[in-house]
């Protein structure tokens, strides 16, 4: 749902207003990749094993999974800025609690308010993105709100490393769950739903309109396409971020900042290519089916090739291959629009949701049964108390990755061209003839 925007309204508060949501997003990144970093600290605190640490992990993407649509339909129905005020703070008390936590159930509580909180910082900084900017700047503006998230994810590796070698994780914590209520704060004081000078193209639907519509986009068969793409996608991503700090601290034996360094090569490349891919499906190509497959087969591809010579490879290989997989891992900034583009233009907060929740679904469903994987090839070595695993078991875990990968690149096939507009009334249409 765009607004019509007037010269006087266009600069420059639109990114100001979009700015504020997007850094609370980038926090919410921040939490998905975070336990990699930590797994060996939560090992000795928890005496946790790898099926633990996945589990962990994976209730984020649970609750944020859980409430993604739900977040959705609030957001179309109540605004922005008051669904991600209510968010960010959930998100902080929730760092809170994982910050200090003395047993097992209060760290996944703590998890489990993240994920709840985090659920519609995404959501909104696109619904912020498509009230203040035209809608030909959507593509470009999905794809700078995710490179922002990256740019979370980036900060979890090696400045987080970093700034637990300094005052622990749980100093660690403490702090983000601040900075996150300030950033909350923030969100209430200044953003608003919409331009003062912008007339709506159409009165806010309703709440009970909104959930009627949730229905229309499930019935949908084209939005199942780019919902299944970004549950493959986010599985391989999702464990990635999870495993290969860990991995590369016990088949390398670096420790934690030097694992945390080799690891943000992925999060560096994907600065460069989620921003580069939305900007070359809106600028140069006009295409987005057809970017976002090329790019999944590319990923594809280096996935066996890291899977293949998982140990093998010397530390600069092993560098440049995770920056490879970074730039080819742009193509999830596609889903978004896509499934925005072959549903109805009013729905789009129930659109983008649904495509969202795949990918959130897979990480929840995969990320402890592939610590499970970790385990059952686990051979009873301990590092300080935290389990150390053999590159045979990585090379099990990783090569569910793999799979995932060839699987998101086959379902590309499936997607509709949308040229980055909205198709969805062409998509009805044969349909109309036929009933005639």
């Known amino acids: ?65 859980a409430l993604m649509v739900p977040a959705g339909l609030l957001l179309d129905a109540f605004g922005a800025r008051r ?49 203040w900017f035209p809608p030909a ?33 749980r100093g660690a914590f403490w702090g983000v769950g601040l900075v996150t209520l300030a950033g909350t704060a923030l969100c209430l004081a200044v953003v608003r739903d919409r331009p003062a000078g912008a007339a709506a193209v159409a009165a806010a639907p309703t709440f009970a309109t909104v959930i009627a519509g949730m229905a229309q986009v499930l019935r949908n068969p084209h939005t199942w396409p780019p919902f299944l793409v970004f549950f493959c996608l986010y599985t391989v991503a999702g464990n990635h971020m999870l495993w290969t700090v860990p991995y590369l601290r016990d088949v390398y034996g670096l420790g934690l900042t030097e694992s945390a360094f080799y690891a943000m090569a ?5 600065l460069v290519s989620a921003p580069l891919t939305g900007f070359a499906s809106d600028r140069l190509v006009g295409r987005r089916k ?67 929740f795949g990918g959130f679904l897979g990480a929840a469903l995969t990320q402890g ?26 090379r099990d875990g990783f090569g569910v990755c793999a799979a995932f990968a060839a699987a998101a690149a086959l379902l590309c096939l499936l997607m509709r061209e949308t040229h980055g507009r909205n198709i969805y009334d062409q998509l009805r249409a044969p349909t109309a003839r036929e009933a005639a």
């Open 369 to 394: 049964p592939i610590g499970a994987v970790l385990d059952a090839r686990w051979a009873g070595t301990l590092v300080d108390g935290a389990r150390r695993y053999p590159v045979e078991a990585y």
């Open 83 to 131: 669904v991600l005020t209510a968010g960010g703070a959930v998100m902080g008390v929730g760092a809170l609690v994982m910050g200090g936590a003395t047993a097992t159930p209060m760290l996944f509580t703590g998890r489990l308010l993240v994920g709840a909180g985090a659920s519609a910082t995404f959501i909104g900084t696109l619904k912020i993105a498509a009230a």
């Open 290 to 356: 057809a970017v976002c497959a090329a790019l999944s087969g590319a990923q594809c591809g280096l996935w066996v090739v890291f899977v293949g010579t998982l140990g093998a490879l010397p530390l600069p290989l092993v560098h440049a291959l995770l920056f490879g997989m970074g730039l080819a891992g742009g193509a999830f900034v596609l889903v978004w629009p896509i499934g925005r583009e072959v549903n109805p233009p009013h729905l789009d907060g129930v659109a983008v949701a649904v495509v969202n």
């Open 266 to 270: 992925t999060s560096l490349a994907l």
């Open 1 to 65: 749902m765009h607004a019509r925007l007037t010269p006087a309204v266009v600069p420059p508060m639109r990114w100001v207003m979009w700015a504020i949501p997007v850094f609370l997003f980038l926090i919410g990144f921040f939490h998905r990749a975070a336990p990699g970093v930590i797994a060996r600290d939560l090992m000795q605190a928890f005496e946790a094993t790898g099926a633990t640490i996945g589990l962990l992990a994976a209730t984020y993407f649970y609750s944020y999974a």
């Open 137 to 169: 700047r959507f593509g470009l503006l999905a794809a700078l709100s995710a490179t922002a998230g990256v740019f979370g994810a980036l900060v979890s590796t090696l400045p987080l490393a970093a700034l637990v070698a300094r005052v622990g994780w």
